[in-house]
């Protein structure tokens, strides 16, 4: 079956704009997670969903980071008024259920690049 | 805290050795979880396996084995002898038994197999 999908797969944009990054899970799993990975560092744990709401969002960097999942399918990563240091790949995994016993799987990932 | 350290950063060997990816964990829960992801140059994490902190019996599948030691909070990969297609990012990952809770992971270990 179909497997996690993340679009764009690039995404290039300017200092203070504002972006969204999409993430299609694998049908009928309930929990989604969002990472960050910079160059040459493991992924980072920005939130989880478990159904529509975030029950995890303690990985967030800021405010100008916010994630929707308004039907418990699809997730957007929002990110207002960008930074470079925003700059990384952003990952999507999901799970059949939330908890370490569920294989998280992941997408491709979308390249963010702040110039 | 959690934390996972993988010392070695890159690793360099030829077709048909047999090399071992080293994996440091610190948790103080009783209950965790650890994993090994590889990520090949097409970028999307693949999960290998996971390991309960309550089973150190080491684990063989195919070309690739796991030794758990919690006398030493390790949880080292093998690949025998190794292959092209082995060359990847390899990650150690850790979870606690607590739902939801996110994967926390290493720095990652680039391993290159030449022929």
Avoid: M
């Amino acid at each position: 079956g179909a497997g996690v999908s993340q679009t764009p797969s690039n995404k290039v944009t300017e200092k203070g704009k504002y972006v969204e990054l999409r993430c299609d899970p694998i049908s009928g799993h309930t929990a989604l997670y969002w990472y960050r990975q910079s160059l040459g560092q493991g992924p980072e744990f920005l939130i989880y969903f478990q159904g529509t709401g975030a029950a995890d969002d303690s990985g967030l960097p800021n405010d100008r980071f916010f994630a929707v999942r308004p039907e418990g399918s699809v997730s957007t990563l929002k990110i207002q008024r960008t930074e470079r240091g925003d700059s990384a790949v952003y990952l999507c995994a999901s799970s059949l259920a939330g908890g370490p016993l569920n294989t998280q799987y992941f997408g491709p990932g979308t390249r963010l690049t702040v110039l | 805290a959690q934390k996972v350290t993988q010392a070695q950063t890159e690793i360099s060997v030829v077709e048909k050795e047999d090399v071992t990816l080293d994996c440091v964990y610190e948790t103080r829960d009783t209950t965790y979880y650890l994993f090994w992801y590889k990520q090949p140059p097409s970028g999307e994490l693949v999960f290998l396996i996971r390991r309960n902190s309550f089973d150190e019996q080491n684990e063989i599948s195919g070309r690739y084995s796991w030794n758990f030691q919690k006398s030493t909070s390790s949880f080292n990969f093998t690949i025998t002898a190794s292959q092209v297609v082995d060359s990847a990012v390899y990650f150690c990952a850790l979870s606690s038994n607590q739902a939801g809770t996110a994967l926390i992971f290493g720095k990652g270990t680039t391993l290159s197999v030449s022929s």
